[in-house]
């Protein structure tokens, strides 16, 4: 095995490892590209009803054992003092500089067992630190659908949009209980029993059923059959690979893990083929220096997140910062005029490209991930920049195109992370 650290002495930098020009987006895989069209499955979430399968695409990694809470608290910035039986939260790992390893899901089963779910950068962290660290523990590792043989072990459906409640209450013959934001409920349906979340993306409320994945198919379907009179739209692989823009969520932050001393061993624990060796960096933004793509929990957002409760990796470098972020999330809405070339030949685009962003000459900052929303007809990209221009409606530029060049300049307008309205203001309050 070719271990990280061998693939970025090979490479020469961790930069020249992870560069990788015109790189093709992320999509979500085993799901179907479109079931309807990605405009009519983009407009569902915001006008009607939809359901997303995310059985796929997510990392599960099981922690169960004595020193399941000790091993997560030790090893994220998570308040675990109130953290609920059936809660699930924004999993927040950083570096002892401070950095964000990357993000997840993390759910609490039991007092003693957790779900950690999303990109495999957290599960990877968690599992390493395990072994070092002689947790007592039991650890169980479900990859996703590209990568594993047979099926997943739980599915996920995700039902959202302004009717997504009055589908669910048709499928459960009532409404479920009062559930909080990231709460869950035990529900069933036809004998079958499993969970419900409350969340949702795309800045609309909903719902995650989560259960075993052999119950799946006919969770599915009851799903389906009770949506079918609200003109229910199953969510394809292009349309959900689009839905964090209005919501405000970065996806796949880089791992700030590449430069640290102190990580060496974990770099050398870790294969080049995996997550943190192979995703891409690429766009008009570039430095030979990886830690100019590097980002802070409280950048991301993640600060309300941050409990300084326990000791923690991290710890102190994310008190030093918590007064002193540079940098603020925005969502830049890009000018229609000048984005007409950008997109496909149906009108689509996405790309995760790290594009500047700029005033005047000057750079002020960087975007994660940019894309097409059809029914606000706007191209929105999620960025980081320099808090002097964070404020709405300022004017800024960003630039299209690999480094070196050439390159295509785009007006946009800085507006708030989340976007959209609900998002920004009611998740937390229902």
Same mark, same amino acid.
């Given at each position: 095995?070719?271990?990280?650290?061998?693939?970025?002495?090979?490479?020469?930098?961790?930069?020249?490892?992870?560069?990788?020009?015109?790189?093709?987006?992320?999509?979500?895989?085993?799901?179907?590209?479109?079931?309807?069209?990605?405009?009519?499955?983009?407009?569902?979430?915001?006008?009607?009803?939809?359901?997303?399968?995310?059985?796929?695409?997510?990392?599960?990694?099981?922690?169960?054992?004595?020193?399941?809470?000790?091993?997560?608290?030790?090893?994220?910035?998570?308040?675990?003092?109130?953290?609920?039986?059936?809660?699930?939260? *924004?999993?927040?790992?950083?570096?002892?500089?401070?950095?964000?390893?990357?993000?997840?899901?993390?759910?609490?089963?039991?007092?003693?067992?957790?779900?950690?779910?999303?990109?495999?950068?957290? *599960?990877?962290?968690?599992?390493?630190?395990?072994?070092?660290?002689?947790?007592?523990?039991?650890?169980?590792?479900?990859?996703?659908?590209?990568?594993?043989?047979?099926?997943?072990?739980?599915?996920?459906?995700?039902?959202?949009?302004?009717?997504?409640?009055?589908?669910?209450?048709?499928?459960?013959?009532?409404?479920?209980?009062?559930?909080?934001?990231?709460?869950?409920?035990?529900?069933?349906?036809?004998?079958?029993?499993?969970?419900?979340?409350?969340?949702?993306?795309?800045?609309?409320?909903?719902?995650?059923?989560?259960?075993?994945?052999?119950?799946?198919?006919?969770?599915?379907?009851?799903?389906?059959?009770?949506?079918?009179?609200?003109?229910?739209?199953?969510?394809?692989?292009?349309?959900?690979?689009?839905?964090?823009?209005?919501?405000?969520?970065?996806?796949?932050?880089?791992?700030?893990?590449?430069?640290?001393?102190?990580?060496?061993?974990?770099?050398?624990?870790?294969?080049?083929?995996?997550?943190?060796?192979?995703?891409?960096?690429?766009?008009?933004?570039?430095?030979?220096?990886?830690?100019?793509?590097?980002?802070?929990?409280?950048?991301?957002?993640?600060?309300?997140?941050?409990?300084?409760?326990?000791?923690?990796?991290?710890?102190?470098?994310?008190?030093?910062?918590?007064?002193?972020?540079?940098?603020?999330?925005?969502?830049?809405?890009?000018?229609?005029?000048?984005?007409?070339?950008?997109?496909?030949?149906?009108?689509?685009?996405?790309?995760?490209?790290?594009?500047?962003?700029?005033?005047?000459?000057?750079?002020?900052?960087?975007?994660?991930?940019?894309?097409?929303?059809?029914?606000?007809?706007?191209?929105?990209?999620?960025?980081?920049?320099?808090?002097?221009?964070?404020?709405?409606?300022?004017?800024?530029?960003?630039?299209?195109?690999?480094?070196?060049?050439?390159?295509?300049?785009?007006?946009?307008?800085? *507006?708030?992370?989340?976007?959209?309205?609900?998002?920004?203001?009611?998740?937390?309050?229902?």
């Amino acid at each position: 095995m070719t271990s990280l650290q061998e693939g970025i002495d090979h490479a020469g930098s961790p930069v020249r490892l992870l560069w990788k020009p015109d790189a093709p987006p992320w999509q979500p895989p085993v799901v179907t590209r479109e079931h309807v069209g990605w405009r009519e499955e983009q407009r569902a979430w915001g006008s009607g009803v939809a359901i997303s399968d995310l059985s796929h695409h997510m990392r599960d990694l099981f922690v169960e054992g004595p020193d399941a809470t000790r091993l997560l608290s030790d090893h994220s910035a998570n308040n675990y003092e109130s953290f609920a039986v059936g809660q699930a939260k *924004q999993f927040v790992p950083v570096t002892e500089r401070g950095y964000i390893v990357t993000d997840g899901i993390l759910m609490r089963d039991a007092e003693d067992r957790y779900t950690l779910s999303g990109p495999p950068a957290s *599960q990877s962290w968690v599992v390493y630190h395990a072994e070092q660290g002689g947790y007592d523990v039991d650890l169980r590792d479900d990859p996703d659908s590209e990568f594993r043989n047979g099926d997943p072990v739980l599915f996920r459906y995700q039902v959202q949009g302004p009717r997504a409640l009055e589908l669910v209450e048709r499928a459960f013959g009532g409404p479920l209980p009062q559930t909080k934001f990231f709460h869950s409920t035990p529900v069933a349906l036809d004998g079958r029993e499993f969970r419900a979340l409350r969340h949702g993306m795309a800045g609309q409320a909903g719902y995650e059923f989560v259960g075993a994945y052999g119950d799946g198919a006919h969770v599915r379907e009851a799903l389906l059959r009770a949506g079918d009179e609200l003109g229910v739209v199953e969510i394809g692989a292009r349309a959900y690979s689009t839905n964090w823009a209005e919501s405000g969520w970065i996806p796949t932050p880089t791992p700030g893990i590449y430069t640290d001393p102190s990580l060496q061993g974990y770099r050398e624990w870790l294969n080049v083929f995996s997550y943190e060796g192979q995703k891409p960096l690429h766009g008009s933004f570039y430095s030979d220096d990886i830690e100019d793509f590097y980002s802070t929990p409280y950048e991301l957002g993640y600060g309300r997140s941050i409990a300084f409760n326990h000791d923690f990796v991290g710890r102190d470098a994310l008190e030093r910062a918590r007064d002193t972020t540079k940098r603020t999330k925005v969502t830049l809405v890009l000018d229609p005029a000048d984005v007409r070339a950008l997109a496909e030949e149906d009108g689509f685009f996405l790309t995760y490209g790290r594009y500047r962003v700029e005033s005047g000459s000057d750079l002020v900052g960087l975007t994660f991930a940019t894309t097409y929303i059809d029914p606000i007809d706007a191209v929105l990209s999620l960025a980081l920049v320099a808090n002097e221009h964070a404020a709405p409606g300022t004017e800024v530029t960003l630039v299209f195109g690999e480094h070196p060049g050439p390159f295509t300049r785009v007006a946009a307008t800085v *507006q708030p992370a989340p976007y959209n309205e609900y998002a920004r203001t009611e998740y937390r309050r229902n």
